[in-house]
């Protein structure tokens, strides 16, 4: 590792105004959007932080890729190019492109989910629990202690509990449990990382109970970099090198590129067994597109097969890690509560802990994220219990175990003082945080709500 100041390991070759408001134009535009960030227009916002999926800038390979992209509906070199990528990281057979990571995981569930079944995995995150809900199936989260507690350091806390999954195989039957998943990183406790010794140890229980492990491997690049960084062993190990080892322990992976594949839209369904994959390239031409394409342009091949190898390169890993770690220390020496330790692709601000003052029937995360925009044109986004809360039978809200305001941080995206403006205003608005009121749901979509719920000021 050098021994230089980390920097960004790039320059800029062209920008993008970022528009200026006032704090009276985004009052008028929360209310206009119901208390929802996602209903804002992007052009209302000045640090959009509400995700990381397919909001980075892309390289200048990727964009050469764009213009080698070949159209051709069928056997398609750009296809070629992907899948040759695909299979040297993850060493599986079969590739089926998809147009993001919700289309793989509803391609796969819906071959091998059936009403009844549970999928256990250390957490999953939104789009996968609804693909596993919509088969009639239930989403069985099985995430280690430790994630429990936000201010822990424990360098894994996104493992899956070993114990807990091993006592469940043991008390269902084997025919009720179609698969095991493991997230990477766990997005829903913090972007924290999984480690390789736990990956092995959910193989070697999926071995004994003849279970198939898949992993969804969103942010699996910066996944193998905190591997190399915190697990014994592995300090001098290349990430690719990591990463090929933690596929090599799974029998398929979900993969939505608009993460660690530097893209802006695309994923990938990889599998080794080549009869499930049939069936899912039968699902994939109905649905998506033809196997060679899967609901994708060439171009947009093409620029994924360059971004899932730059994702892997140690000078970026370093500088996307550090950049998250630096505005995660600042918030904590400021009396912030946030999830520790730095995760690889956001900042999770703890809001049960700084709005104590509100339940979690009154959606303190949801209030905190919406504060950050009106201070700062800052959108960050909810991860609590309007985006995993549920209602009972008698429409009682059920509150979820978190509220996080999470901001994602988009690839190669901001510099240094777009950073140093989002630590400051979050550092006002946390200041007055026991000002704040609470809000109520007031029209819910009847899955994943969060992305169109309609809120309004408690009366």
């Known amino acids: 590792m050098s021994d230089l100041p980390i920097i960004e390991p790039f320059r800029i070759k062209s920008v993008e105004p970022i528009p200026i408001n006032s704090r009276h134009t985004r009052e008028h535009a929360l209310k206009r959007a119901h208390y929802n960030l996602f209903a804002l227009e992007s052009t209302e916002v000045m640090i959009d932080l509400l995700t990381d999926s397919g909001t980075g800038a892309m390289s200048t390979e990727q964009w050469a890729g764009v213009l080698r992209g070949d159209e051709s509906y069928a ?18 057979p079969e590739v089926i492109p998809t147009h993001q990571g919700r289309a793989a995981e509803h391609i796969l569930f819906s071959q091998l989910v059936k ?58 039957n084997r025919d009720q449990v179609p698969m095991v998943m493991v997230t990477v990183t766990n997005n829903a406790v913090g ?74 839209i695309g994923g990938f369904l990889a599998l080794r067994d080549s009869s499930t994959a049939q069936n899912c390239r039968n699902v994939l031409i109905r649905t998506e597109g033809f196997p060679t394409y899967g609901g994708l342009a060439g171009r947009d091949l093409e620029a994924i097969a360059v971004g899932l190898l730059e994702a892997l390169e140690p000078d970026y ?69 309007v985006m995993f809360g549920t209602r009972d039978e008698q429409g009682r809200e059920l509150p979820a175990e978190r509220e996080l305001v999470r901001l994602a941080f988009p690839r190669r995206t901001y510099t240094q003082s777009h950073v140093d403006y989002v630590a400051e205003i979050i550092l006002r608005v946390v200041r007055k945080a026991d000002q704040l009121g609470g809000l109520q749901i007031t029209w819910q979509a009847p899955s994943l709500r969060h992305f169109t719920a309609r809120l309004a000021p408690l009366e």
């Open 75 to 92: 056997g398609s070199p750009s296809y070629r190019r992907f899948q040759d990528v695909v299979r040297s990281i993850t060493g599986m």
């Open 191 to 264: 972007g924290q990382p999984v480690s390789m010794e736990n990956i092995r140890g959910v193989r070697r229980i999926c071995d004994v109970h003849k279970i198939p492990l898949f992993i969804d491997a969103c942010r699996f690049a910066e996944n193998a970099w905190f591997i190399s960084q915190r697990e014994d062993g592995y300090g001098d190990i290349a990430p690719i090198d990591i990463a090929r080892e933690a596929f090599s322990l799974a029998d398929g992976v979900t993969m939505s590129c608009k993460k660690d594949g530097m893209a802006n």
């Open 115 to 172: 009403p009844g079944m549970t999928v256990p995995n250390n957490t999953h995150f939104d789009t996968t629990r609804a693909n596993v809900e919509a088969q009639g199936g239930t989403a069985l989260d099985l995430v280690c202690d430790q994630a429990h507690l936000p201010e822990s350091d424990y360098p894994f806390k996104g493992n899956m509990n070993l114990k807990r999954l091993e006592t469940f195989l043991a008390m269902t």
């Open 317 to 385: 890993l370093r500088y996307r890690t550090r950049s998250i770690a630096y505005l995660v220390e600042k918030l904590h020496d400021g009396g912030v509560p946030v999830v520790r330790p730095p995760g690889g692709h956001a900042v999770y601000i703890d809001a049960k802990r700084a709005m104590r003052h509100l339940s979690a029937h009154h959606f303190p995360a949801q209030v905190l994220a919406n504060e950050i925009y009106l201070a700062g044109g800052i959108r960050g986004v909810e991860v609590g219990s």
